[in-house]
Nanobody, 129 residues
């Protein structure tokens, strides 16, 4: 059974950092593209990052580019989202997700939500002073 479980969310001041983790089970992480999306209260889900299975391509939504970094450790069946220079606008529930077997990331993060097949329950990130 495929499972993705996020951790690492919390309350952080503007300008601070957090690292989210996604522990996976039930599939071979190295064979899949993975990513993150977020959902703020009252807003639609927003795909923010994607990484192909061979780690050669990563994609970021414009508002997080240069501040967020996606990475993976296939040996630990875990992937991550390092978030730096956090802003109040980053407040949302963050979900990790997987894309189908042998499917690569779409060329635009705006298409991500149509590609994600499974995701976790999410972890809340609140950026506030």
């Amino acid at each position: 059974q495929v499972q993705l479980v996020e951790s690492g969310g919390g309350l952080v001041q503007p300008g601070g950092s957090l690292r989210l983790s996604c522990a996976t089970s039930g599939f071979t992480l190295g064979h899949y593209a993975i990513g993150w999306f977020r959902q703020a209260p009252g807003l639609d889900r927003e795909g923010i990052s994607c990484m192909n299975s061979n780690n050669d391509n990563t994609y970021y939504e414009d508002s997080v580019k240069g501040r967020f970094t996606i990475s993976r450790d296939n040996a630990k069946n875990t992937f991550y989202l390092q978030m730096n220079s956090l802003e109040p606008e980053d407040t949302a529930t963050y979900h990790c997700a997987m894309i189908g077997f042998n499917v690569v990331c779409p060329p635009s993060t705006q298409l991500l939500m149509a590609y994600f097949e499974k995701w976790g329950q999410g972890t809340l990130v609140t950026v506030s002073s």
